[in-house]
């Protein structure tokens, strides 16, 4: 798609088939997670975890459900594929405001190329955050030592469609100085 295209079109994804991309797709994905631009080139502070084991997935889903309160929720909406992204802890006990920026920068360059390639997709916070609440599920993950899960994006075939969408002029608030 034409990148103007691309980016009126994108849209959150909460209903998937269940099929995953097909392998062409994933591949322009992650071809998009490395072109991220990070904080001062600190590439080696971000990790990208794939997740398709549907043990795990389901056990993140529950997580999010618990963490909304919301029972019998789906916050990753049966897709077969989040992809999470996790920053590395640096002097302190939290991560900084360029570390969560980083990583939603990567997460959106593959909502991005997912809509490219007629993917769904869409970015995940809530779900995490209820993940990092149980020490057990996040050690499953299996993530380099001092690293801390921030946000994903779910990826998969969905039946909707993708085309520019009306974007409201006035949404955001814009000062001009
Ligand atoms: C930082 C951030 C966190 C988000 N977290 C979630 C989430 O946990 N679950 C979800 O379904 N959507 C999540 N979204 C998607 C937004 O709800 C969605 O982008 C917004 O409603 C606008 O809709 P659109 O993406 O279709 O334009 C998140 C979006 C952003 C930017």
Known sequence: ME?????????AI?????????????????TAVQAAPVAMGGYDKLHVTIIENPAILKAIDAAGAKFFKKPDAHPLYGAPILVLISAKLGMGPALGNADY?????????????????????????????GMNQDADLVAKLDLPAGFVPC???????????????????????????
Not at 109 to 116: E, P
Not at 151 to 177: D, M, N, Q, S
Request: proline share 4%.
């Open 151 to 177: 946000c994903g994006v779910t990826l998969g075939e969905t039946t909707e469609t993708f085309a520019p969408r009306e974007i409201p002029a006035g949404r955001l608030a814009i000062t001009k100085l």
């Open 3 to 11: 990148t103007m295209t691309t980016i009126t079109s994108r849209k």
């Open 101 to 129: 920026a980083s990583a939603g920068i990567l997460v959106h360059n593959m909502a991005l190329a997912a809509t490219d390639q007629n993917v769904g997709s869409c970015y995940i916070w809530g779900a995490v955050m």
């Open 14 to 30: 909460r209903s998937y088939t269940g099929k995953k991309p097909s392998e062409a797709a994933m591949q322009q994905i992650l």
